[in-house]
């Protein structure tokens, strides 16, 4: 299934401009949130709250959703989430 591009308002623009400054490129996933910038901007400020009081490292908390996937049965992993976990389990 492929996406059109959603309308480009300026909420859609900073998300674009953010992501190429961060990664070099637009992501696949920027992509698909940039039809609902206002839920993004709230889920990411959700994380990010949550995030700033935890305990975990950034690493810990990366891991976090593709262990969570391998624990409910999900066998959608992507090959780059098996290989990140790869890394993270040898690196422990």
Not at 26 to 33: D, E, I, Q, Y
Not at 34 to 58: G, H, I, M, T, Y
Not at 60 to 65: E, P
Not at 76 to 86: A, C, H, P, R, W
Request: without cysteine; proline residues 3%; positive net charge.
């Amino acid at each position: 299934m492929f996406l059109s591009q959603p309308k480009t308002t300026d909420a859609v623009a900073r998300m674009y401009k953010s992501n190429q400054a961060a990664q070099g490129f637009v992501m696949n996933l920027t992509s698909a949130w940039a039809w609902r910038p206002d839920v993004f901007e709230s889920f990411a400020a959700l994380r990010n709250q949550l995030a700033s009081s935890s305990s975990l490292s950034k690493r810990d908390q990366a891991v976090l959703g593709p262990l969570g996937q391998l624990e409910h049965g999900s066998w959608g992993l992507s090959t780059e989430s098996v290989l990140f976990i790869g890394q993270y389990m040898a690196a422990r």
